[in-house]
């Protein structure tokens, strides 16, 4: 590869090079990690940022927004910023410079949409580790890591590479965020940047449903986000799941001579009683999967999918799958007695979903402890509280007339920062969609007490289910303590 100065650089990102014309003699990271020669991408930087860059002898500071006497302060210490007016474009060339440079000979994978991304990406790695291959993903138990807000994914390959001391990285696994912004404003084609960034030889995409509100307002508008991860596609496969009428949209986008692979009900790879079927061959049966839900199972499939596509031995996919052990906070158990789920849930399709598989498990009472999304807006709380609503009384009725729950709703105020605290408007929001339902619930405003109460009242053959983001992701901490 030829050496990357901050001129070319500058140019590939659409930016304005203020300093000298360098050799770029470092990685792309972030400004706390950064070392001599490395280019910080950061959104926007400060006087004290530019010092501490300066102290650490950064070749290169790439930023859209610098404020006060930034740029002065640079030009004074000699460090050579980059100004540019899309930050986006600055990480997905982080990402694509980085891959061309460590792991040039991969074969390369994404995975896209609204549900489900880090749990397929977590079984995909699973699965393609038990065959023995090196593989790098960027999925946690909180998909921090799936954006271009940061260079963080780019700082994470080379490290990993690093730690492998020049052996060949086989396979990079990558997650990415289907919409992603600031506030109320939309950084447009994200997963288009991302994907096209990766250059896969393989993209998933789970589902298109609604989750960013404020970003994306409508299925349309998720739709139009999410699909750029096919756009970006000019070659290998596109795994597609077959149950969701706005991903089959997607077939009519794949360019020449992108294929197609089609996963569930209706298609070569789909769920049956008995368990998961590949052209009609049972491959793997429903009692030795390490879960059962329907999500799971989704997840599952679209795993299977992309590891059938890159061509790995069944044998291998079937051995990954049984042997799989979930992601944190992915339908995670974490008491058998009463049974104590503990679920990601964030959004309407995962709070539906996560609902309908816990009542599915519930031999005598559910007890549902729901996160409110705090400084998330009225409308993602609006949905939220109306996916909860609408799958307990339909349930209800469908299942068993007996059937018995019980709602607690937590601001969990003693464990969040200031930017997830919730407001008084999404309370209220919530509250109300609850009683326009008629449904009963208890309000807690910090996590622990809620937890503390619902353990007290719960018998030990009921089931508890902890739901939400942020907001609940302290909860199995606070459970060692608590049971």
């Known amino acids: 590869m030829k050496h990357l100065e901050t001129y ?13 014309n360098k050799i770029i003699k470092g990685n792309f990271n972030l400004l706390s990690d950064a070392k001599e020669g490395d280019v910080v991408i950061r959104h926007w930087v400060d006087e004290n940022g530019v010092k501490i860059a300066a102290q650490k002898k950064v070749g290169c500071f790439i930023t859209q927004n610098p404020k006060g006497n930034a740029i002065e302060i640079a030009i004074k210490l000699g460090l050579n910023l980059i100004i540019v007016d899309k930050i986006e474009l600055a990480n997905a060339f982080a990402l694509k410079w980085t891959i061309e440079k460590f792991a040039p000979d991969s074969k390369r994978v994404a995975i896209t949409g609204t549900n489900g991304k880090s749990t397929t990406t977590h079984l995909i790695y699973h699965i393609l580790k038990e065959g023995g291959y090196t593989v790098f993903t960027n999925t946690d138990s909180k998909s921090e890591f799936n954006t271009l807000i940061d260079p963080m994914v780019a700082k994470n ?11 060949k990285i086989d396979y990079l696994v990558i997650e990415v965020s289907e919409v992603q912004g600031w506030f109320d404003k939309v950084m447009k084609d994200h997963a288009l940047f991302m994907t096209r960034a990766i250059n896969p030889q393989v993209v998933a995409i789970t589902n298109v ?15 139009e986000e999410i699909s750029g991860g096919i756009n970006a596609l000019d070659k290998g496969v596109a795994v597609l799941n077959n149950e969701d009428e706005m991903v089959l949209r997607m077939q009519h986008l794949l360019n020449f001579p992108v294929e197609s692979f089609f996963y569930g009900k209706g298609s070569q790879l789909e769920f049956k009683d008995s368990g998961i079927f590949y052209r009609d061959e049972l491959l793997l049966e429903k009692s030795r999967l390490p879960f059962t839900s329907h999500h799971f199972i989704q997840n599952t499939l679209a795993a299977i999918s992309v590891c059938i596509s890159l061509k790995i031995p069944l044998e291998t996919i079937k051995k990954g799958i049984y042997n799989y052990k979930p992601l944190k906070r992915r339908f995670s158990i974490l008491n058998s007695s009463p049974t104590i789920i503990d679920d990601f849930a964030h959004n309407p399709d995962g709070i539906k979903a996560t609902t309908k598989s816990a009542l599915e498990i519930t031999s005598r009472k559910l007890w549902v402890l729901c996160a409110i999304r705090g400084s998330r807006g009225k409308e993602i709380n609006l949905i939220n509280a109306l996916a909860l609503a609408e799958t307990l009384s339909l349930l209800q009725k469908n299942k068993n007339q007996e059937m018995e729950f019980e709602i607690y709703l937590t601001s969990s105020n003693d464990v969040v920062d200031h930017l997830n605290q919730v407001e008084q408007e999404e309370k209220e929001i919530f509250f109300t969609t609850l009683n326009d339902f008629n449904l009963n619930f208890k309000f807690f405003e910090s996590l622990e007490e809620s937890l503390n109460e619902i353990l007290s009242a719960a018998h030990k053959n009921d089931t508890i289910l902890l739901m939400g983001a942020q907001g609940m992701d302290p909860a199995s901490d606070l459970l060692e303590g608590l049971l």
């Open 157 to 167: 390959i080379s490290d990993y590479y690093r730690e492998l001391k020049g052996a």
């Open 8 to 20: 070319h650089l500058a140019q590939e990102i659409k930016g304005e090079l203020i300093g000298d």
């Open 209 to 223: 449903a609604l989750d960013h509100i404020g970003l994306v307002n409508s299925l349309d508008e998720a739709f």
